[in-house]
């Protein structure tokens, strides 16, 4: 089955810019989403494809998707976006098609 | 606002069957996708499966020999049975909406119910 992975952790500054990759094998012809998932909570759903954001996700969230790479990055960032990401890709030619990444926990310092 | 709410059982000892039933307030069952996921304790995210109010379901092939789902209209709920549990099967089991135009990614989720399988 298909496979995503993400780095396991990463550290940013408050008010810097963090980027999380989730790798695939040609997962530039997929559509990517991504869901941030705070400690004791549901995930919540913060890109689908690949670059759209729902309504109430701030605009320092944002997404891109090219070749084996997706990349969440997250611009400006805040104590309170410190959180599990993961990605999760839906592969249509798979008898399990809805796939998650390995998760990345981004830790504000 | 739209709404998923998990219950049933908390713990189960092996062998026994895991029956979940997720209500949805805010948004009609029917027309859409409704899946489980879940996530053993400090793991990833793992999907069991999803139903349409037409019928139609598909599963995870790792589990698909011991579960099943279902759709009660009438009650705007669906529900989860897990057969002869065993404790991998320890998890949080979250309910979630199903959207996109394939069906493809979760919008919208329940809190998370925790489920431990102990003897």
């Known amino acids: 089955s298909y496979v995503l992975t993400q780095p396991p952790s990463v550290s940013v500054t408050p008010g810097k810019t963090t980027r999380i990759t989730c790798g695939g094998n040609?997962?530039?012809?997929?559509?990517v989403y991504w869901y941030q998932q705070k400690p004791g909570q549901a995930p919540v759903l913060v890109i689908y494809y690949d670059s759209h954001r729902p309504s109430e996700i701030p605009d320092r969230f944002s997404g891109s998707n090219s070749g084996n790479t997706a990349t969440l990055t997250i611009s400006r960032v805040e104590a309170g976006d410190e959180a599990d990401y993961y990605c999760q890709v839906w592969d249509s030619s798979s008898d399990h098609p809805y796939v998650f990444g390995t998760g990345t926990k981004v830790t504000v310092l | 606002q739209v709404q998923l709410q998990e219950s049933g059982p908390g713990l189960l000892k092996p062998s026994e069957t895991l029956s979940l039933t997720c209500g949805v307030t805010g948004d009609s069952i029917s027309g859409s996708f409704w899946s489980w996921i879940r996530q053993p304790p400090g793991k990833g995210l793992e999907w069991i499966g999803y139903?349409?109010?037409?019928?139609?379901?598909n599963f995870n092939p790792s589990l698909k020999s011991r579960v099943i789902i279902s759709l009660d209209t009438s009650k705007n709920q669906f529900s989860l049975k897990v057969t002869a549990v065993i404790p991998a099967d320890t998890a949080v089991y979250y309910c979630?909406?199903?959207?996109?135009?394939?069906?493809?990614?979760?919008?919208?989720w329940g809190r998370g119910t925790l489920v431990t399988v102990s003897s």
């Open positions: 979630a909406r199903v959207r996109g135009g394939s069906a493809s990614y979760f919008d919208l």
């Open positions: 139903i349409h109010d037409s019928g139609h379901t």
């Open positions: 040609n997962i530039g012809s997929k559509s």
